[in-house]
């Protein structure tokens, strides 16, 4: 199985730009990178997905790298209520497969 | 939010005690599934159901059943329930997208479970 690779954890000021980095050396062609986030207490949820190429949506910018061995999600201005637990994950046939994720820490 | 209830919230259980959670939607999403969460282990899957009466085993599926028998429920009974099954128990959904790899998946809010 295709693995992913995160910080334990990165911490952030308000309002400043988050950059989340994760790993992902064994994926495979077909696998898409999805990111879901878990704030305390509630399960997780949907963040971004892409392939290939970088896509944007109004919570955050999936940055992917040509090679596709690795990527990175982007708060562009983190607020408190960001701060949770983040997962990378790759999707091969739905199959979702969840690591430890990386926890922000955001300070005011 | 996503239609998706989970219940009980919380539950205390004796060791060797059946035990069923449900999972409730109510956006007609063909795909269901249940996962675990353990300090240490993040979500694993533990059964997922692509249908009515159509399940089948995830991750860590020994212990666990599951039943689908409406689009909308989607059941998990523990037989026998026992220490190692005190968790965070997830359910989510998703619908089929072209291009398998795509689909999103919702959760529910969880249950949380102790067996004592």
């Known amino acids: 199985d295709a693995k992913t690779t995160q910080p334990n954890s990165m911490e952030s000021n308000e309002e400043e730009p988050v950059h989340l980095p994760c790993n992902h050396s064994?994926?495979?062609?077909?696998?898409?990178i999805h990111w879901y986030r878990q704030l305390p207490s509630q399960g997780p949820e949907y963040v971004i997905h892409?392939?290939?190429s970088n896509v944007n949506n109004r919570m955050a910018s999936l940055a992917i790298a040509e090679d596709r061995k690795s990527s990175t999600l982007i708060l562009h201005r983190a607020t408190l209520r960001d701060a949770a637990v983040y997962y990378c994950?790759?999707?091969?046939?739905?199959?979702?497969?969840f690591g430890a994720g990386t926890r922000l820490t955001v300070k005011p | 939010d996503a239609g998706i209830t989970q219940s009980p919230r919380h539950k205390v259980t004796e060791t060797g005690t059946p035990v069923t959670l449900r999972c409730h939607q109510t956006?007609?999403?063909?795909?269901m599934y249940w996962y675990r969460q353990d300090p240490g282990h993040g979500l694993r899957l533990i059964h997922y159901s692509y249908g009515v009466k159509d399940t089948d085993k995830g991750e860590v599926s020994d212990g666990y059943s599951v039943s689908r028998s409406k689009t909308e429920d989607f059941l998990l009974t523990l037989e026998s329930a026992t220490s190692s099954q005190t968790s965070v128990y997830f359910c989510?959904?998703?619908?089929?997208?072209?291009?398998?790899?795509?689909?999103?998946?919702?959760f529910g809010p969880g249950t949380r479970l102790l067996v004592l």
């Open positions: 892409g392939l290939t």
């Open positions: 989510a959904i998703s619908e089929p997208k072209q291009g398998s790899g795509q689909e999103t998946q919702y």
């Open positions: 994950i790759l999707n091969h046939n739905n199959d979702m497969r």
């Open positions: 956006e007609n999403h063909r795909y």
């Open positions: 064994t994926i495979s062609g077909t696998d898409y």
